[in-house]
């Protein structure tokens, strides 16, 4: 299986993008494909055995599209070509709509006379004249709005019909008619009729239809300026030491394991390790992180954040697509072109919305003939029709939303990664939040440690020693908090054998021929071990919030530690907030009982799942899906079951993460966590819980309104168009009108859209 993303041209509607997919899904060996009209990609999944590029693109170009391969440089920006090729295009369309403009203004002045029955004599009689309106007229429909026509026909030719057809057939519709009456007037006196000609409308409405997709491309081109800004925000040189001398080259030259200086204020290339100096890391462009991060030997650095006042170096782990800002770009790039599961109404809609409409027009043409027998009326209301009709809106109401929301999400430190996710967030009821490292800093520290022997003859060391020697073999952050406490003592860590993790309870090894056992009071009784003679110090730490565990020497007890993990400053408030957004909090972990219940008090959860193994943590999410109980304040109310979403950051968490309707992993956690999650906040701030949920419900109350924007035009525009309102009030709507209403009603949509741009996270306090 492979996946492949294609960048789309060609395409006028959305029922352009339902021509391409279906074209690629005739493909042998295509498994999936999701055509985007917003972000105009198709992203496809194949057997490589069966289907190749080759094949797809010829499927494209066969239904009268091409299409380009995207670039795998994800962080390459447009070449020159490229942008001089878009520059044209638009420069084209730029000239189209002013010479069509012109042009419209002498045909319409040329018009008046006819339309308002009045004799004007300050119009040139030369301008009334229809065989120069025919001279006029030609250029524009034959030049300006040649694309309408040529697409039209390759439709035609596939048997399948978009806007572009609808634009061909309206106006060649007046303009035809308009001809006959020019080369045939008499025809028309002899049936009692007056020749009354509509160049006119033909002009104007191409003139505004182009008119209205060069704005509608150019506000299109901003919803992708996440993305522009991301690319942007990459280095372009490094400093690299080589050989003993700093050197400055292009960063497509950086290798790996490279060493590169960093001096004050400058923009760090690509990622690496701090080997030597120190500074402080303006990191939010690309985590949202708003206070600047020290950074020192050991610690991370990230490409395209900002060096502050010191100087470091740092050697080079990640370069290209490997780097963290080029994952960014792929996630919201993959984001932007995915779709959401509220857009398949509209795709519905538009699979047969086109040929709905000729089937109406030429049914207004008919029921308007039959029973008034003016030509002229049947043909300019089946004008009309053609001409209002406007599938794109509705292609353009979920996918521009979605292409805005997740590339503000990026900006502030939330990658969304599907429109899908997007779209779920909204509706979650219960929020699970793991303990370690999500409601708390994740960094513990050893705060109390009593030996049963007491401290004579360094019995306190001898035992720190034991069980700091077998916790260096775990990855747990308990285990670090041990370790570290023992380099501050500076104890010495000798070799442990035949090491045993038990997930959830304790770790065990052999150091100098005795069996140590480290972990919860639970698991060393199981193991038959006597450990009331402690339990004092247990209970008075717990109900303090630490975290306690026990350490057995060859079957007997022989310590107690205390560990505590500090609240993020933020816990408190988010948990708060999302208790205000109509949410029920809860708290998972696989901690004791008495710590979890002090940890909860501090930031105000009432519903606590304690001493968790890892492998329960996803059936306790099932569970929790499984509950039909309502919450006053949910503003979703489903009757089947919860949406349920978890947040954590440790490889215990990933199966819990992937069983929640939507995981959210904390960036800082781990790349598996991060990997089964469905949202990631980058910088590990909670607040991102809280913005990411805002943004999800700001976004589906865009899309909504965008959707209803593009089914009631449609739904009052068509019936308008056709006469609906004639036999009552004796009122027509002008083809000009209608052409106008047709180019603005997609532009109304992507603008709306736009207003996501606008969207700013409500801070917890």
């Known amino acids: ?127 009334q004249n229809s065989w120069m309106q025919l001279v006029l007229t030609t250029p524009v429909i034959f030049w300006c709005g040649g694309s309408f026509y040529r697409n039209g026909w390759k439709s035609l030719k596939r048997h399948t019909a978009t806007m572009d057809t609808l634009i061909a057939l309206g106006t060649s519709a007046a303009y035809l008619y308009s001809l006959f009456v020019t080369i045939f007037p008499k025809f ?45 925000l990459q280095a372009r040189d490094a400093r690299v030491i080589r050989d003993g001398k700093e050197i400055d080259v292009p960063i497509a030259e950086v290798r790996i394991n490279d060493v590169i200086l960093v001096r004050p204020g400058e923009k760090i290339p690509v990622d690496g390790e701090v080997i030597a100096g120190a500074s402080t890391v303006d990191e939010a462009m690309v985590t949202g992180e708003s206070l600047p991060v020290k950074k020192q030997p050991g610690d991370e650095v990230i490409g395209a954040t900002i060096n502050g006042a010191g100087a470091f170096q740092f050697r080079v782990t990640r370069v290209g697509n490997d780097t963290f800002l080029a994952q960014i770009v792929k996630l919201v790039q993959q984001a932007q072109g995915s779709k959401a599961p509220i857009q398949r109404l509209a795709d519905r809609v538009t699979g047969w919305f086109v040929p709905a409409v000729i089937a109406v027009a030429i049914a207004t043409f008919v029921i308007w003939f039959n029973f008034t027998g003016n030509l002229t009326l049947a043909t300019m209301t089946t004008v009309g029709v053609l001409i209002i009709a406007c599938p794109c809106a509705l292609g353009l109401a979920t996918p521009t939303s979605v292409m805005v929301g997740t590339g503000k999400g990026a900006e502030n430190g939330i990658l969304i ?38 401290t004579a003859n360094g019995n306190e060391l001898q035992l720190l020693q034991l069980a700091a020697t077998v916790e260096r073999n775990s990855e747990h952050p308990l285990a ?11 104890v010495s860590l000798i070799d442990a054998k035949n090491f045993v993790a038990n997930a959830g309870s304790g770790v065990q090894a052999v150091v100098a021929n005795q069996l140590v056992q480290i972990g919860t009071q639970r698991w060393l009784t199981e193991l038959g071990i006597n450990t009331i003679t402690l339990q004092q110090y247990k209970d008075v730490w717990e109900a303090a919030g630490k975290t306690v565990i026990l350490i057995a020497v060859d079957g007997e007890l022989q310590g107690i530690m205390g560990i505590a993990d500090a609240l993020k400053p933020s816990s408190a408030a988010v948990v708060k907030a999302l208790q205000k957004l109509g949410l029920e909090v809860v708290m998972l972990t696989g901690d004791n009982r008495k710590t979890a219940d002090a940890i909860a008090r501090q930031v105000g959860i009432q519903r606590i799942f304690a001493e968790v193994r890892p492998d329960q943590k996803a059936a306790i999410i099932q569970s929790l899906q499984g509950e039909i109980e309502k919450f006053p304040k949910s503003k979703i109310q489903n009757p089947k079951s919860k949406i349920v979403a978890m947040v954590g950051d440790g490889i215990n968490d990933a199966p819990a993460l992937a069983q929640a309707d939507v995981g959210i992993a904390i960036g800082t956690g781990t790349d598996v966590a991060i990997a089964a999650s469905d949202i990631t906040l980058i910088s590990g701030d909670l607040q991102g819980i809280v913005t990411a949920i805002q943004l999800s419900r700001a976004t589906i109350n865009n899309i909504r309104q965008n959707l209803f924007f593009a089914f009631i035009y449609n739904v009052i525009g068509i019936p308008i168009a056709a006469g609906i309102l004639f036999p009552i009030f004796g009122w027509l709507l002008n083809p000009i009108i209608a052409g106008a209403a047709m180019a603005l009603s997609s532009l109304s949509v992507v603008s709306n859209a736009l207003r996501l741009r606008n969207f700013q996270p409500k801070i917890s306090s």
């Open 1 to 127: 299986m492979d996946t492949l993303t294609l960048k789309l041209r060609g395409m006028s509607c959305a029922a352009c993008a339902n021509n391409i997919e279906k074209a690629i899904r005739s493909v042998s060996g295509v498994i999936d494909c999701n055509v985007n009209f917003g972000a105009e990609q198709a992203t496809i999944k194949y057997d490589r055995s069966l289907a190749n590029l080759q094949k797809i693109q010829s499927a494209i170009a066969s239904a009268g599209y091409s299409s380009d391969s995207l670039q795998e440089e994800l962080l390459s920006e447009e070449d020159d070509a490229e942008k001089a090729s878009r520059r044209a295009l638009q420069r084209l369309l730029s000239l189209k709509v002013a010479v069509g403009g012109v042009i419209s203004i002498f045909l319409f002045l040329g018009s008046l006379p006819m339309m308002t029955g009045l004799n004007l004599p300050l119009i040139p009689s030369f301008l």
């Open 188 to 232: 028309f006196i002899a049936q009692g009729l007056i020749p009354h000609i509509y160049y006119e409308v033909a002009a104007i409405v191409i003139t505004l239809i182009l008119l209205g997709r060069l704005l509608e491309n150019r506000a299109r081109g901003q919803t992708s300026e996440a993305i522009r800004k991301l690319i942007g």
């Open 480 to 490: 670090e908090a041990v370790v570290k406490y023992a380099q501050s003592q500076e």
């Open 417 to 454: 990664k599907g429109a899908d996710s997007l779209e779920l967030a909204h509706k979650i009821q219960t929020i699970v939040l793991d303990k370690t490292g999500t409601l708390t800093q994740g960094k513990p520290t050893v705060t109390d440690f009593v030996n049963v022997n007491g």
